[in-house]
């Protein structure tokens, strides 16, 4: 069995890549992740890890150097956030075409201007269609059992993507919390022992990465990544079946709470569940039938799942902790409602779009939000499809 | 297009896995005029060879001994480079 502590988020993910032990590790420090490198840089230099470090001088290095690292054939992990992420950018997609099962974690931050350190997931959006897989986390404890399980989603032959691993920052990234670790040995163990595909260090068989890739091939090898990423869902349950066999803990495309007889329901990602959460059991004491719709993984984006999961509920708000700016919503609430589009019954949709900047989620913005909807569904009308909340109007 | 490979039978991430395969990519096509070596006056110094950029000189036994039209794209470096009393090879317009 594992050992009981008391953690940040960051210290948690720093002690998952120690048990993980990846061949490379190339990062440029970037607040509020900052912490995983400082943490796993004392592992390397104490020689609890058989790592490379690579200290770029960009994030833009720092992905370079982790996609040269995972062509060659190394299991390749990194940190970052906010800017760092967006200085990935160009990178990101490199990573994802050219099939390398890097695992990136991030420590959500709002992105500038105006410039703010604090936990939003406008880095992660950005990333969305990255072909990165996105896997978010609600604390501590997930973004660790997320994190040891991303490297055997990412590796998986079947995928072969890059994955992401998400924690708000500072609410959750700074937070001491109590949670398992794992035993060192179960978590090798578990994710097991490396076996690159096609590595360009096989000197036996000299191949090329990364070339030119013209009308007559490149669409042939997105459909190929389409396939990767359809491929990534199954492969992600059956990862989780093998987790939670292992350690107890149960994880699957996304989380429903309270949700089975849910007449008004919230979708949120990471930390804010908590919040929406201790809303829901009160509001359930007062027999409200209220529930929750937490996304774990957000690429690939499982509409079928999210479809009958909701289909039943009356009126459903998406809360984004990120504008799309589009003048409509934020980012998850298309997807959202598209999945749903389709859907016999189906419910009534809004957006709110709340927390940008780090700015608290109460339980009285969450009262609100439920209230809300519970009008929704008695008068089948939407006075406001989506708004900003948490803000001073 | 009918003779390429579906999306299921390549290799993922565009890895190629033949060394060297760039030969036969024939890039020639883009040539405007093409260099022609007069035998007679070249003296092998094989400046040309270490200059081309698509190393399509082609060297046998240390001799200079043509071009390989197929990747040669009639850049002129090879006639620029070539010493100015021996000037082996002239540049001449492709299509005449
Ligand atoms: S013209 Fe240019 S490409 Fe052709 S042989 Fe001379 S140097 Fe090489
Ligand atoms: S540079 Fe001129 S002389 Fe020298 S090998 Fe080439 S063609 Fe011959």
Known sequence: ??????????????????????????????????????????????????????????????????????????????????????????????AAGNRLPIVLAMANRALSAPINIHGDTSDAMGARDSGWIQIFSENAQEAYDNLIQAVRIAEHLDVRLPVMVGMDGFIISHSIESMELLEDEAVRDFVGEYIPNRPLLDIQNPRTYGPLDLQDYYIEHKRQEYEAMKNAKSVILEVARDFSDRFGREYGLFESYRLDDAEVAIV??????????????????????????????????????????????????????????????????????????????????????????GRDLGLHHVREVFAELQTIAETGKIETLAEYITVRN | MSNLKNWKELTPGAVIEEAGNAAEYVTGGWRTYRPVLDEEKCIH????????????????????T???????????VCADVCPKKVQAISMEQEGK
């Open chain 1, 1 to 94: 069995m594992g050992q009981r502590v008391a953690m940040t988020g960051n210290i948690a993910v720093a002690n998952a890549m120690r048990q993980i032990n990846p061949d490379v590790c190339a990062a440029y420090p970037i607040t509020p992740s900052t912490e995983i490198m400082q943490q796993f840089s004392s592992f390397v230099a104490d020689g609890l890890v058989k790592t490379v470090l690579v200290p770029a001088e960009s994030e833009h290095s720092a992905m370079s150097a982790c996609i040269g690292a995972a062509g060659a054939g190394g299991r390749v992990m990194t940190a970052t956030s906010s800017q760092g992420l967006a200085l990935m950018w160009e990178m990101l997609f490199i």
């Open chain 1, 268 to 357: 949120v990602l990471n930390s804010a569940a908590g919040t929406v959460k201790t809303v829901i059991d009160a509001l359930r004491a007062d027999g409200v039938k209220a529930g929750l719709l937490k996304p774990r993984i957000f690429r690939p984006f499982p509409a079928d799942e999210i479809a009958a999961a909701l289909s039943g509920v009356k009126a459903v708000c998406v809360m984004d902790r990120a504008d799309g700016v589009n003048a409509v919503g934020g980012p998850l609430f298309p997807e959202f409602r598209s999945a749903l589009y389709d859907s016999n019954p189906r419910p009534m949709m809004i957006n709110k779009v709340f927390g940008l900047g």
């Open chain 2, 45 to 64: 110094c094989l400046t040309c060879w270490i200059s081309c950029p698509d190393t399509a000189v082609i060297v046998r036994d240390e001799k200079m």
């Open chain 2, 66 to 76: 043509g071009f390989d039209y197929d990747h040669c794209k009639g850049c002129g």
